[in-house]
Structures are given as structure tokens and as C-alpha cells.
């Protein structure tokens, strides 16, 4: 039974994530170092700059900066030469499958495991045929896929390993960083991400000839006056997306610990709470706090995810079903084998349970009460 008056509604809307804003003043000391430069694009000092505090940051051995995460995936496809099938989580953004289309790849995709919401190397082999030239994971919400394991599988089968590593900028596993699994992984920075340079994104590369690759490819495969050597795309990022990320990455570490102070509270309020579950980092990984996700048992919690948004939306609280609905649903993929619900099962039960709710630093304490208010006032209205 429902108590008491109902949680007072936001005047504002409270969305899901706003962006990290340094403050101006250092972005404009760092804009003032442009303009004297009057270098804007195409590898300036910015970008060699954020180029190896990023690489630092990650304790990656090499990166490659681009214009936006879609892209450097592209070109990341394009480097390691996939062909044929590629495996890959069709709990995932649209990006993810749409890169390899863009590389005339087929998307293959494998279910996901239930609990780390990631494809596994028992869901993937299964899938290896004689066209499979690589597996793309997805460490979705910054939880690691089973990096080891999919590594072997693919040494054993002699294929490529790329992460889409959008959401896991920090993920570390027993203290070894994400991207120093597989060949290549891509890192958003979309205004939306934790860090972030507006729009934007990275490889991290274990391999330097990769790197040098990468980095032809996405300057049009320009390697000098006189020589273009591959059919390479325009991914570069700018001087000032680039000057914005060296400020961001300053207050990076500060706005991690709050949004790990906001998890503790939801953890704290919600995670108790019948039928409902924030998702946790398993034991070692470091959590990218990316997102702060809740898995709604419609039956355990007498409300169905899709109800439980549509209520919230009511105190002007705006979340948002990501990855709802699965790419495998997609009008462009539903035709595939692969993309077969009842090939999908754990997929499609992830899918309708999952609810991203509001997580930036910016929150207050009390806005993120009230949120709590509202979710609970929510499950018993
Ligand atoms: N792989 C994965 C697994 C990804 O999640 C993504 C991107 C990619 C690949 C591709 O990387 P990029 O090429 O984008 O670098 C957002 C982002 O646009 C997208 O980058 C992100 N994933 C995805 C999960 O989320 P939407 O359609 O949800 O964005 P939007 O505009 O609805 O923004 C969400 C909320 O953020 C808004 O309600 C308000 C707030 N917001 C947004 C923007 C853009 C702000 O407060 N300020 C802003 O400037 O896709």
C-alpha cells in the first residue's frame, strides 16, 4: 500500500546524465593557446597532448584520438582488415552493429550472459564459422566482458578481438586496465560519456604498427606530400574538442567519487527494495560510473520497467531504457539468423528489465533522494 503524499515533482527536468563543465576560465586559458596558435585541426599541440595524458590515464601503451566513437570504431575494423562475420552483443547502441555494416560485415549476434550483460566465449563459439574473421564485444555500462577468456577462444581460432569500450573509460580488472585486452578498444567521448570532449573518441591500441595504421587511416591515408597509401576516412579530432578534454580530464577524478558517493545512495535506498536491483561491478573491477542502472523484476516488483519510466516521467524525471529495444530488433538486422528471438532469450529478458537513472555529479544528495522518493512512491502507486 502506497503512504503518504506523493514525492514533490522536479521543477526542471532531471535527465539521465548531463555533461561534466569544467569551469570556463580554465577552458578559456586553454582556447587562448589555439588562437595564438592559429592551428586548429589535423594534429595540433592539443591533440598530442591529450593524445599521451589520455594513453597515461588509461596505462594503455598506445592511442589514437578521433572525432567520435562510431568513427574510430569504423576505422578500427578497417585496420585489422574484418571481413566476412563478426560476432557481437545485440544489447548494445545501434553504433556498435552499424560499424560493421559500414565495413559490409554481417553482424552475427551471440545471446548475452544474464548477470555481466556481455557476450561470453560459451555464447560466442558456437557461432565461429569458416567467414567469422573477428569478435566485437561491447563492455556494456563499463562491466567487462570476460576479456581472458575471449582472448583464448580467439587465439585458438585465429581471430580479431575489438572492444566497443564506449562506457568503460576507467574500467579496470584486478587493477589491469579494460583496453589492454584485445587488439583494439574504442573509447566515446560524447558529451554524454563520464570524460568527454563533446564529441569524440579513441582506439587504444596494444599494438604500435597498428597505431601507425590507425592513424593513416584516419587522416585519409595521408603520409606525406607525396604519397596517400590507403583508402582512409576524415576522423581526426579538433584543436578545441581536444583543448576541451584536457580540462575535462582534470576534474575526471572528482567527478567520479561523486557519482560513487550518489551510487552508494541508490544502492543504499533501492537496492533493497522487491524486485528491483542496481547493477554492481563484479569482485576487482573498478567501476567506469558511467551509468547507474536498475533491473526491475516486473512480477517480484508488481510494476513493469516500461511503467515504472512512464510514472517517474510524471515528477519530471527522465530515464532512459538503454539498450531497449536490441539491436537484433532493428528493421536492418531482424532478417539475420542470428538475430532470431528465441536465439536471444537472456537478451530479450536484460532488455525489458533495464532502466538508466539519473547519474551526474551535478546531482545533490537530496535531488537524488528524491528520485528514490519517486521510484518508490512509483512501485506501490
Ligand atoms: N557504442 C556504445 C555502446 C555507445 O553507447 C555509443 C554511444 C557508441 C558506441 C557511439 O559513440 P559516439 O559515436 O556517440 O562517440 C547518447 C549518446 O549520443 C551516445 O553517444 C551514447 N552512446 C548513447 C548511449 O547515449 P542518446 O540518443 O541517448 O542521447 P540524448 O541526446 O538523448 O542524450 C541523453 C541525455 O543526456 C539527454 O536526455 C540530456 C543529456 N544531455 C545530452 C546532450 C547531448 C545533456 O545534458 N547535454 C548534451 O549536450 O544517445
Known amino acids: 500500500m502506497r503512504m503518504g503524499n506523493p514525492p514533490l515533482r522536479f521543477a526542471q527536468p532531471i535527465y539521465v546524465t548531463r555533461p561534466l563543465l569544467p569551469p570556463l576560465a580554465e577552458l578559456n586559458a586553454e582556447l587562448e593557446k589555439v588562437w595564438a596558435s592559429r592551428w586548429l585541426t589535423n594534429g595540433g599541440e592539443q591533440h598530442i597532448a591529450l593524445e599521451s595524458e589520455l594513453a597515461a590515464w588509461l596505462g594503455v601503451p598506445h592511442l589514437s584520438l578521433f572525432n567520435n566513437g562510431t568513427v574510430a570504431l569504423i576505422v578500427a575494423c578497417q585496420a585489422l582488415r574484418v571481413t566476412g562475420e563478426v560476432i557481437t552483443s545485440p544489447f548494445t547502441f545501434p553504433a556498435t552493429p552499424h560499424v560493421l555494416s559500414w565495413n559490409n560485415v554481417t553482424p552475427v549476434f551471440a545471446d548475452i550472459d544474464p548477470e555481466t550483460m556481455n557476450i561470453t566465449p560459451a555464447t560466442i563459439e558456437p557461432l565461429i564459422t569458416g567467414a567469422t574473421s573477428a569478435v566485437l564485444g561491447v563492455h556494456v555500462y563499463g562491466l567487462p566482458c570476460e576479456v581472458s577468456g575471449i582472448d583464448r577462444l580467439a587465439r585458438t581460432h585465429g581471430l580479431n578481438v575489438i572492444y566497443d569500450g564506449a562506457h568503460a573509460f576507467g574500467t579496470t580488472i584486478d587493477g589491469e586496465p579494460v583496453a589492454r585486452f584485445g587488439d583494439a578498444t574504442m573509447f566515446s567521448f560524447h558529451a554524454t560519456k563520464l570524460f568527454h570532449t563533446a564529441e569524440g573518441g579513441a582506439l587504444a591500441l596494444r599494438d604500435a604498427d597498428l597505431k601507425v595504421r590507425v592513424d593513416l ?96 516521467k510524471r515528477f519530471n524525471i527522465v530515464t532512459r531504457k538503454y539498450f531497449h529495444p536490441l539491436c537484433s530488433q532493428y528493421n536492418c ?37 528524491r528520485v528514490c522518493d519517486a521510484v518508490e512512491y512509483s512501485l506501490t502507486a
Open 217 to 312: 587511416l584516419k587522416n585519409f591515408g595521408i603520409k606525406n606530400e607525396e604519397e596517400v597509401v590507403l583508402p582512409g576516412i576524415n576522423g581526426k579530432m579538433n584543436e578545441l574538442q581536444a583543448a576541451l578534454g584536457r580540462v575535462v580530464l582534470r576534474h575526471v577524478d572528482a567527478e567520479r567519487a561523486r557519482r560513487a558517493q550518489i551510487a552508494q545512495i541508490y544502492r543504499g535506498r533501492l537496492g533493497e527494495m522487491t524486485g528491483l536491483r542496481v547493477v554492481a561491478m563484479p569482485k576487482g573491477v573498478a567501476d567506469s560510473h558511467q551509468y547507474l542502472i536498475l533491473r526491475v523484476d516486473e512480477r517480484a516488483a508488481g510494476c513493469s520497467r516500461d511503467a515504472l519510466q512512464a510514472r517517474l
Open 333 to 369: 538486422y531482424r532478417h539475420l539468423p542470428s538475430a532470431q528471438p528465441d536465439r536471444l532469450p537472456n537478451a530479450h529478458r536484460v532488455a525489458a528489465e533495464v532502466l538508466s537513472l539519473p547519474y551526474y555529479g551535478a546531482l545533490s544528495d537530496d535531488d537524488v533522494h
